[in-house]
Every structure is written in C-alpha cells, then in structure tokens.
C-alpha cells in the first residue's frame, strides 16, 4: 500500500496509435503517444492502480502508479577510450608530448 | 459544456488558445497576403534593448565572461596555410543562472507572464529552454510547466533530455514528459488551456529580444578589451533565435560582424521516427531544425515566428557530430573547460573557419552552454553505443548520420561545409507562395521577401516567375 501524499511517478498513453496526426512516420504511426509525469498521491493506492496526483504545479493528472520516490538514473556513461586518444593526440601537437 | 479533447478538436482551437496564452493579437501586424509587418511587432510587442537590460540584470541574467581560447587557436594554426587562423573566443553563457544563454529568453518571457498578471508558465521544449524558464519562473514566483519529448517506444530516455527534465524539476517545475512525436503540440495546447499558463514560447518578440542583449555585449566586450568589433560571429543555429536574437544585438550595437550559423549535420535522420530518435547523438543546434526553421520560420508554435534567420545570417555551415564531440574534448584537455554540445558545435565550426582568415581577425563563439551527467560527451558517446552506432576514427566526411560517428583522425580532417542559401532563400519563397495560395505577390510581398532572404527585390522577382 502506498500512502496518500507519497510522491510517485505515473504514466498513461494520451494519444492512441489510431489516434496519431497525420503527418506522424508510419513507425511513430504504430505506437501511442505515451506521457510521464510526477506528483503527489490523492489517495492510498497500490502499484499498478489507476491513480490520481497533484503535480507541482497544482494541477491534478490521472495515470498508471509506477513508480514512488522516482529517481533518475542517466549518468556519465561507460568509459568512452577514444576521448583519451584525443588528449593525447593534441597535447603532443600543441606541447610536443614527453619530446 | 465539456470541450472535446481529441485531436483534431484541440488543433481546432489552436488560434484561440494562442491568443489567450501569449497576449498578441498578431492579426494586427497582418498584410493580408505573405507580407507582415516584422519591425513594428518586434516594437510594439518587445521591449528596448535598454529595458531588457535592466530586466535580465535584475535577475543576474547576462553580462558573462568573454573568454579567448589560445590554445585552440594554437591547435587551429597549426593545421592552418602560413598566415591564417584568426584568434578564437567564447561568449561563456553557462554563466547565467541555467546554465544556457536561454536564461536570457525565459527572463524577458517570464518578465512579461508576471506582467500580464499570469499565474505561470508553461514551454514545450526538451533543451535548455525549460531549464531556463525554470529558473526564471522560481525567481518570478510563478508555476512552471514543461512539455518534453523525452522517451522513444521502448521507453528509452536521451540522456541529455532526461537531464534536461532533472534540471526542471530541481528548479520547481512540472515536467510532462512524452514519447516521440510532434503530437507533444497537442498536450501543449491542452495544459494552455486547462491552467490558463502564459504560453513562453521561444519565438515570441519578447524571447527573441531577449537575446539581443548578448550580440549587444559581445560588441561592447570586444570593443572595450580589443578596440575592435569581432570579425565573425558564429551562432549555433537550430530555431534560429539565437542567430536572429544575436544579429539584431550586434546591429543595435552598430557592428559590422560577419554573423555565420552553425548546426551538426543530421541528414538523413526524420526528426518525428521513433526509431531515429535515440540514433541521434544531438537533441537540438542540428540540421533538422536549423533548415525547416531557416526556410519556414513560421511553423514554430506562434503565429508569426520573431526568430527568422534567414535574415541575418550571411553564411550557413554545417559540422559532423564526430567533430565536434573531438572538439569538446579538445576544449576541456586543452583549454580547461568542460562545456555541453550547443556551443560546441559552433566551436567546432570555429575551429575550422578560423583557418580561412588572416591570424589577426577575431572569431567569437558567442555561447556555451553546462554539461553533466547524460550531457557530457563520455554519456552521450557511450549511449550512441549502446545504440549500435560505430564510433571510430577516420575522416568525418565519411559520416552517415544513425549509423556512425567519424571521430577525426588528425584536428586538420575538421571541416565546415556551407549549406547553399540561395536554395533556402528559394525554399522559403517557395512556402510563402504555396501557403498564401498565391503565383502573384504583391509588391509589398517582394519587399517583404527581399527582407526574408537578404536579397533585392529584382532577385525575388525572378525567383518567383522561375518558379510558377
């Protein structure tokens, strides 16, 4: 059970595949228009539960529940070696490296 | 009455919902045919350079550094022709509070929302923008909500936008985020009309304005430091509001600068595809934007776009992504400074140009922009990876944007290659007939043309009987 008041993450497909703009690529074409947004719980619920919440901005929006206390998990990456072929390619142009 | 909600009954009321969420009654600056009258909604609607000043520098907004890159001028003469590589700057607007030069719109847009007696903002936009209008909106007191296209299908994130919507959210804001598609228009129109949100748009006069303020500076830096205007001014250029913003400010400043844009080449890849949409190692400053906007300003989210970059800018060039993620990592290994991609890849096409002019010639990159986490090049060199996108060294003319990334082999493989304006200026003559329904303009249409494309009226003219 997840309380009222507890911020979360929900989601829902605003626009179906049907209902898509004309000009959208037919592989845009064949997926939903899909939206994400956070807020406050307006009432207990449970994972998985159509939900109401309170955004931020005070506005209430309906969803799937997905996630509570959502956090991000975009970071720096794996380590890209080429960016270090780079340094020391133009360090040696500029300062001549150890010569 | 319940107002419906599908989409095509929410495009419908497209016209009204913009009235009442901008606050421009732009019929008013109508000709009636293709020509509007561009100078006096830019008077009547924005502001003086003088007011914007005082606006932004109230809320710590401009006056940032002028930075001189020495060793990358270094590093450009020497793949340079004996005598050539003009000294290259930086304008560093990741000095203003959200870390962009886009602090400089939203502060005039948030500015007038307060104004107008709004309650809060609300952009449509997954770049530096919303974080902008973010910061700005905290200062101001009001509600802020941004639209960003975020995920593609399988619910993948752009590194750099999901960033983008961390940033937002640290400055107060609600953030709608959405799956590919320009769709995101829709939702757009819906939270306009449901909160009653001042629409802070990035192509209104006031936004556009707003930017004035930085060609201004960079004329006044140069001048107090150099005893001269730059030579060359270089703008990434996606919706064109930076360039037009820029340009504008140099002329009220009385400079002559050669005002050149710059966008990462992203040909080939369609800016709506789900499946492209994570093959593309740059959200915004690319050709997918930098051309439809320059040959059809007026698709943006207003009626009349203030951003026409057409013009003002007087050479177009475009960069490889393997470019200018070599120069970002040049920047940061040779100069210090680590720097996120929209001004970057003007520095790359910097780089490059420097190397056409006479070594006493001054070339200004007037922005940069923050990095971290999802922005840097490392994550977004990484994520392009994991995408199935080979990354190698080798010569970026070999590039095909989706399926590579063509780190230069040697600095001197960096290349700027101009875009044809004359095909664009045609494009956008093109539009203009085709939706005014017209083979026969006015003469206030050719005026007005002659200003779109920088040519003369005779030029039009034959542009246009060429293409009936």
């Given at each position: ?47 998985g ?23 991000y ?27 | ?26 019929s ?13 909604m ?91 209008v ?18 593609d ?10 960033e ?6 640290a ?60 030579d ?16 504008r ?13 710059a ?54 060039v ?55 986490a ?78 779109e ?5 005779a ?8 293409l009936?």
């Amino acid at each position: 059970m997840i309380k009222k008041g507890e911020w979360v993450r929900i989601h829902k497909n605003i626009l179906e595949p049907s209902e898509r703009a004309p000009q959208v690529p037919d592989d845009t074409k064949e997926c939903p228009l899909e939206m994400w947004d956070k807020g406050f719980l307006t009432a207990d619920a449970d994972m998985g539960d159509e939900v109401e919440i309170e955004t931020v901005a005070n506005r209430i929006e309906k969803g799937t529940l997905i996630e509570v206390n959502p956090s991000y998990d975009h970071d720096f990456g794996k380590c890209v070696p080429e960016l270090l072929k780079i340094d020391k390619q133009v360090r040696e142009i500029l300062f001549g490296g150890e010569k | 009455m319940v107002k419906a909600n599908d989409y095509t009954s929410v495009m419908g009321r497209k016209a009204e919902i913009m009235l009442r969420s901008v606050g421009i009654d732009y019929s008013k600056f109508e000709s009636g045919s293709i020509a509007f009258d561009y100078e006096k909604m830019m008077k009547e609607t924005g502001y003086t350079l003088e007011e914007m000043q005082e606006i932004q520098y109230g809320v710590n907004v401009g006056n940032t550094p002028l930075l001189e890159l020495k060793n990358l001028t270094a590093l450009a003469r020497s793949c340079a022709p004996r005598g050539k590589g003009a000294r290259i700057f930086i304008k560093d607007e990741a000095s203003n509070p959200s870390g962009s030069f886009k602090a400089r719109r939203a502060a005039n847009a948030v500015y007038h929302a307060k104004k107008l007696g709004y309650k809060g903002v609300i952009a449509a936009t997954s770049g530096n923008y919303g974080a902008a209008v973010a910061s700005q909106a905290a200062i101001a007191g009001l509600k802020c909500i941004i639209v960003q296209e975020c995920y593609d299908s399988k619910g993948k994130g752009q590194p750099e936008i999901v960033e983008k919507a961390r940033k937002c959210e640290a400055l107060g804001a609600e953030v709608v985020q959405l799956s590919v598609g320009p769709e995101l228009f829709y939702k757009f129109l819906l939270l306009l009309e449901e909160t009653g949100y001042f629409n802070a748009s990035l192509y209104t006069p006031f936004g556009i304005a707003g930017v004035e303020t930085l060609g201004y500076e960079v004329s006044m830096q140069f001048r107090e430091k150099y005893g001269k205007d730059p030579d060359v001014v270089i703008c990434t250029h996606a919706g064109g509001g930076n360039l037009t913003g820029t340009a504008r400010g140099l002329k009220k400043a009385g400079a002559a600068s050669t005002v050149i844009g710059a966008s990462v080449d992203l040909a080939g890849l369609h800016m709506a595809s789900d499946k492209a949409f994570n093959l593309k190692s740059f959200t915004t400053g690319h050709t997918g934007f930098g051309v439809p906007f320059s040959n059809w300003p007026d698709r943006s989210d207003v009626p009349r776009s203030a951003a026409r970059p057409l013009r003002y800018m007087e050479r177009y060039v475009t960069i490889t992504q393997g470019d200018v993620f070599y120069m970002t990592e040049c920047l940061a290994t040779l100069e210090g400074l680590e720097k996120g991609p929209a001004g970057n890849t003007s520095l790359a096409a910097a780089f490059a140009l420097s190397q056409e002019y006479d070594r006493d010639k001054l070339i200004v990159v007037q922005e940069t922009e923050y990095t971290g986490a999802g922005k840097h090049v490392q994550p977004q060199l990484s994520f392009a990876k994991s995408n199935g996108i080979e990354v190698f060294f080798g010569d970026p003319k070999d590039e095909i944007p989706g399926k590579n990334i063509v780190l230069p082999e040697h600095p001197s493989l960096i290349k700027a290659t101009d875009v044809d304006l004359d095909h664009m200026r045609r494009s956008l003559i093109k539009t203009a007939l085709k939706t005014y329904n017209t083979s026969e303009p006015t003469d206030q249409d050719i005026k007005f043309l002659a200003e779109e494309t920088m040519k003369d009226e005779a030029w039009v003219r034959k542009t246009v009987s060429e293409l009936k």
